[in-house]
């Protein structure tokens, strides 16, 4: 499934941003669209996940409180990830995922479907 994310930008700590997962051409399934990020120099780390069906949520803790994740309201093709009270410690490039199977939310090795990623870059 093609997946575009967009939303990313410039911010200063403390502020806000709101990224944005879309699939192409087709909605998603029952499943899990998630967010991942990846610093310059670091590993790939989970951020936030959504259950389509049911609206379950799943957050990594360094995020819990301050991002928020949730499916658009109007289109069965789109998430997004609400993110409030940045810190430069979350300046990476973040990518969505989906797969429509059961599993674990948080491991990136368990999506097939990937975003060219967004850059985000909070400054101090």
């Known amino acids: 499934v093609p997946l575009q994310a967009y939303g990313g930008g410039l911010v200063q700590a403390g502020g806000s941003l709101r990224l944005s997962c879309a699939a192409s051409?087709?909605?998603?399934?029952?499943?899990?669209v998630a967010w991942f990020r990846q610093a310059p120099g670091k590993e790939r780390e989970f951020v936030a996940a959504i259950r389509w069906n049911g609206g379950v949520t799943y957050y990594a803790d360094s995020v819990k409180g301050r991002f928020a994740v949730a499916r658009d309201s109007a289109r069965r093709n789109a998430v997004h990830l609400q993110m409030n009270s940045l810190k430069p410690e979350d300046t990476a490039i973040y990518y969505c995922?989906?797969?429509?199977?059961?599993?674990?939310?948080?491991?990136?090795?368990?999506?097939?479907?990937w975003g060219q990623g967004t850059l985000v870059t909070v400054s101090s």
């Open positions: 995922a989906y797969r429509n199977a059961p599993g674990a939310p948080t491991s990136a090795t368990e999506y097939g479907s």
């Open positions: 051409g087709r909605t998603f399934g029952s499943y899990f």
